[in-house]
């Protein structure tokens, strides 16, 4: 399930206060994200990949309400016995749920009735935590970093939900933003020989960060910064879209089925000029800030392009040990959020970046017992693994052994790409 510390007897209390006042900050901090929406803009579903504002709010304190406040308050009663069937997202082990895709039908109950059930359970978890056993704490512990996932998820749902609006609008009124130039594209060489990656001692992990273990690296370099719009802009108008050479053959089949011609989200303007839809309207694209809102198929295709090729995660791993994970563009606060220029040079933050590597099991792994070990290890399976963080990952919550996952068409999230190359 997790790594993370263990309390000892003499230390529960601090850990207590401490999830305590995280749990508040963390819980708080959803219910600012979903302030600006009409109950309207919170119930509906824009594709099958993403979920409703409300169905967030409620499955996150149905993590609570299940796996901390059932399993392990004695004499908790559920809220609403009904919520397990329509919050449970995957858990078979939790039994029958609401079909994901119809997630956006549920009219009922309200946007108003879910924050209510929202403060029921953040009452009884505040009121458990100092009663709770370590296998407990642990649980809270999975459930705060589950729920800051959540909100990145739906703030990129909400993106895609507002993108279906002709009329543009926007969740949050803009923000200025620094006007840069693009800093120069370097190559870093990075550590080679045996190199040991993934989560050790202590502190949280997911259980799909780990267990350490040595990896053979050959030279290589990463490029210095992520790839930008102005570079994407390039490959544009040089065909790459067009150009069947650069594309893997699923991909290829996916830009012709989809007619896909640009990343997510841009459009043209009646002067040829490129606008890109955010959680603040739509603006100018800035040549300078990193791509983003596109495929592994897409990243793939523009390596292929300029000469270079996507990093593998253990590549990326060994640079980023290096590097202040909580640095960089990433969610402070309720508001719009995008890539922005003047940060493009931090490792982590801006853009998830996509690596060559499948999502598949590190040796020795092994998902933890019971419905929780349902979290990551079933995922396993036709994914490839992004690393660093974006813009809108609360800041804190990432790792250098992070390893995000989508499939290789998917791209509502925000995924940019870091180019590599072989040095031998």
Not at 16 to 38: C, G, K, M, N, Y
Not at 93 to 114: N, Y
Not at 247 to 269: F, M
Request: a negative charge.
């Amino acid at each position: 399930m997790i790594s993370s510390a263990t309390s000892s007897p003499g230390r529960a209390v601090s850990r207590e206060a401490d999830l305590a006042h995280r749990f508040a900050q963390i819980r708080t901090l959803t219910l600012d994200l979903v302030a600006p929406l009409s109950d309207a803009d919170a119930t509906v579903q824009s594709m099958d990949d993403a979920s409703p504002a409300k169905w967030h709010l409620a499955h996150t304190s149905w993590f609570f309400e299940t796996f901390v406040l059932r399993d392990h308050v004695p004499g908790y009663e559920a809220f609403d016995p009904n919520y397990a069937f329509l919050f449970n997202s995957y858990y078979e082990a939790e039994g029958a749920r609401h079909a994901r895709p119809r997630r956006g039908m549920l009219t009922r109950p309200s946007l108003d009735e879910i924050r209510a059930y929202r403060a029921h359970v953040d009452a009884a978890v505040q009121a458990a935590l100092p009663t709770l056993g370590n296998e407990a704490l642990d649980l809270v512990e999975l459930g705060l970093n589950h729920e800051q996932q959540h909100q990145e998820l739906l703030l990129t749902d909400l993106l895609h939900l507002f993108a279906q609006n002709p009329l543009h609008p926007a969740v949050w009124p803009a923000v200025p933003m620094a006007s840069v130039e693009t800093a120069p594209l370097e190559w870093i060489e990075g550590p080679t020989g045996q190199v040991e990656i993934g989560h050790a001692g202590e502190g949280f992990a997911f259980d799909c960060e780990g267990p350490r273990h040595a990896v053979l690296l050959t030279p290589y370099a990463l490029a210095s910064r992520p790839v930008t719009n102005g570079e994407w802009a390039a490959f544009i108008a040089d065909g790459g879209y067009g150009d069947p050479r650069h594309w893997l053959s699923d991909g290829w089949a996916w830009v012709k089925a989809e007619g896909i011609s640009a990343p997510l989200y841009w459009q043209q303007d009646e002067d040829g000029g490129w606008m890109q839809f955010g959680l603040d309207g739509l603006r100018s694209v800035d040549p300078a800030a990193p791509v983003t809102h596109v495929s592994l198929y897409e990243a793939d295709a523009y390596a292929s392009w300029a000469g270079a090729r996507l990093p593998t995660e253990q590549e990326w791993e060994a640079v980023a040990m290096a590097h202040d994970p909580a640095s960089g563009n990433q969610l402070d606060r309720a508001g719009p959020v995008r890539p922005r220029a003047d940060a493009a040079a931090a490792m982590f933050g801006n853009v998830w970046q996509w690596t060559g590597s499948a999502y598949r099991p590190y040796p020795g792994f092994r998902a933890a017992e019971g419905a929780v070990g349902e979290y990551n290890g079933k995922f396993m399976s036709g994914q490839f693994v992004l690393r660093g963080s974006s813009c809108a990952t609360p800041r804190g919550s990432v790792r250098p052994s992070y390893r995000n996952f989508f499939y290789p068409h998917q791209r509502w999230q925000f995924t940019g790409l870091r180019l590599a190359k072989d040095l031998s």
